[in-house]
Nanobody
Framework: QVQLVESGGGLVQAGGSLRLSCAAS????????MGWYRQAPGMQRELVAQ???????NYADSVRGRFTISRDNAKNTVYLQMNSLKPEDTADYYC?????????WGQGTQVTVSS
């Protein structure tokens, strides 16, 4: 079993920045994919960004160029640096790990961007 704990969410003005962290209770070194998803009220959960064990990244079109995903295997932590935030980025953000074919989710952290 793996626990994922997100942190770093909060309230920020449009144009501001936040850095989300996802700390895993087990090593993420062997994790095939780590990702960040978000879910706004009344909307489906959607992929924001993901990073493979080899360091390849993928971003949603809506955040490409503004958000950066990274991983620190030594700290078992994945980060999401969010810059130039917009009100439409407001959502609950969730960390996801795929490890040996098993999917794990964190509990989420709330991000609110005011206009």
């Amino acid at each position: 079993q793996v626990q994922l704990v997100e942190s770093g969410g909060g309230l920020v003005q449009a144009g501001g920045s936040l850095r989300l962290s996802c700390a895993a209770s087990r090593s993420i070194f062997s994790s095939n994919i780590m990702g960040w998803y978000r879910q706004a009220p009344g909307m489906q959960r959607e992929l924001v960004a993901q990073i493979t064990s080899g360091g390849s990244t993928n971003y949603a079109d809506s955040v490409r160029g503004r958000f950066t995903i990274s991983r620190d295997n030594a700290k078992n932590t994945v980060y999401l640096q969010m810059n130039s935030l917009k009100p439409e980025d407001t959502a609950d953000y969730y960390c996801k790990m795929v490890r040996y074919g098993v999917v794990y989710w964190g509990q989420g952290t709330q991000v609110t961007v005011s206009s």
